[in-house]
């Protein structure tokens, strides 16, 4: 069953975590998401363990600057692809 927008803004506002899936047609996978303010242990041990990969979080460029984060794409690829996020380089925490 898929939920309108306002539905899943709903759930988002309640501190839910939902499934946002691509469109059929391109890469077809879904990505759990749950707004940061409700980015609980327990909602990030429930990504880790039923999404099994990576858990992202968008950061300023500054702070990856400060922190020496690198996109892990040439710039050139992310010129010629606009819709491609500028990853970085993946963290590790225990």
């Known amino acids: 069953m898929l939920n309108t927008i306002e539905e899943a803004l709903d759930d988002l506002k309640q ?3 939902i499934i946002v899936v691509d ?3 391109l890469e077809n996978e879904g990505d759990l998401v749950v707004i940061a303010e409700f980015a609980t242990p ?3 041990n429930f990504m880790a363990t039923y999404g099994r990969g990576l858990i992202c979080t968008p950061i ?4 990856a600057e400060k922190l ?3 996109g892990v ?3 050139t690829h992310q010129a010629k ?6 990853m970085k380089k993946t963290l590790f925490f225990l």
């Not at 300023?60 to 702070?63: K, S």
């Not at 692809?81 to 500028?86: E, F, G, Q, R």
């Open 81 to 86: 692809h606009i819709n491609t996020p500028n």
């Open 23 to 25: 469109d059929e047609d």
């Open 68 to 70: 020496d984060l690198h």
């Open 42 to 44: 327990e909602n990030i």
């Open 73 to 75: 794409l040439p710039h």
């Open 15 to 17: 501190g839910k975590v």
């Open 60 to 63: 300023t460029e500054t702070l």
